[in-house]
């Protein structure tokens, strides 16, 4: 009988600390037991359809499928998924984005809400609300740039999320000696190329490839012209192309590359979006980068993501080498 009994006790000590196990962190907070579903880029959308008609919601799909910036191809910025407050099921409830309209005559002020992790991790939940189709619609058009942030936002995080589950510490330890600063790098990407300014990452599968450099120039300039000079040299330098005497460059036409001051975890620095292309080849497509002065003004540091893929769709392999540089702390 003592038998037993010890063998009971071990046996719910064991499922104790398994459950309790399960209920680990993934990283940054987010809980692995309650992860968010759905694909990238996508958003469900909640509209009744008692409420709104087919042209009202429409319009709505619209501001959110207008086409991803800087990118060489027309390209919705998300996927939507539409359903109507009774089809709106708990399983779709946990998708990573959710833009939730509802309307009901008890509402006396018009409001839009932005929640985290209101069902899921990572999780950005909209929700708008009034009591009349008038309302909703102008109030969603109103903060319409701010919804499409925090949406875009919110896919980089599942993307930086996932990231740091399956990373590569060798190369990341790599990166903070030979750069002083910190990014998650997926395990998928190896080192291409090493110099002692210079380190290009890369991600190669048959059908496409992904790039991550890191460099620094000791001209402490961050201006447009002078970005896309290093970049340039840099990439002449150390990325040969496929054909001989080829390299790449960023492409000046309409007007690109985009560029613009923004904060990275405390770090104020330029970030550019735009697209690439090959000198003495016939190659490019979209990138992004963010540069800034290091900490103790010896040095501009960039880090650049880019992206080679010939006849498919480059939004969401865009936007994986974009939560690469972002994740920089």
């Known amino acids: 009988m003592k038998k037993i009994n010890r063998n009971l006790v071990l046996l719910i000590v064991l499922i104790l600390l398994f459950a309790g196990g399960c209920k680990k962190k993934a990283g940054s907070g987010f809980r692995v037991d309650n992860y968010s579903n759905g694909k990238a880029g996508e958003i469900v959308l909640v509209m009744d359809p008692k409420q709104y008609t087919e042209s009202e919601c429409e319009e709505v799909i619209a501001i959110l499928q207008q086409p991803q910036p800087a990118i060489n191809q027309i390209e919705p910025m998300f996927d939507i998924l539409k359903f109507g407050l009774e089809d709106f099921s708990a399983f779709y409830r946990k998708h990573r984005s959710v833009v939730y309209f509802e309307i009901s005559d008890s509402y006396d002020n018009l409001t839009i809400d932005f929640d985290d992790n209101v069902w899921a991790s990572p999780q950005v939940y909209i929700t708008i609300k009034g009591n009349n189709v008038d309302s909703t619609l102008a109030i969603f058009k109103q903060h319409q740039d701010e919804i499409i942030e925090r949406l875009y936002d919110n896919d980089l995080k599942r993307l930086q999320a996932f990231n740091i589950r399956n990373n590569s510490p060798q190369i990341e330890k790599k990166i903070k000696e030979k750069f002083g600063i910190s990014i998650t790098i997926p395990q998928q990407y190896f080192i291409a190329r090493e110099e002692p300014d210079f380190l290009w990452l890369r991600n190669q599968t048959v059908r496409n490839d992904r790039f991550i450099i890191i460099f620094k120039s000791d001209t402490l300039l ?84 880019f992206v080679y893929a010939p006849e498919e769709y480059k939004r969401d392999y865009l936007r994986e080498v974009e939560s690469i540089v972002k994740s920089l702390r």
Do not use: H
Request: proline fraction near 5%.
């Open 222 to 305: 961050l201006s447009k012209e002078q970005l896309v000079k290093t970049r340039n040299q840099m990439t002449k330098n150390y990325i040969p192309g496929a054909i001989r005497g080829a390299y790449p460059i960023l492409s000046t036409i309409y007007e690109y590359p985009e560029y613009r001051e923004i904060t990275i975890k405390s770090k104020k620095g330029i970030e550019m979006r735009g697209l690439w292309e090959s000198v003495g080849d016939n190659m490019g497509g979209p990138f992004y980068s963010f540069s800034f002065i290091n900490s103790d003004q010896t040095a501009v540091v960039t880090v650049d993501g």
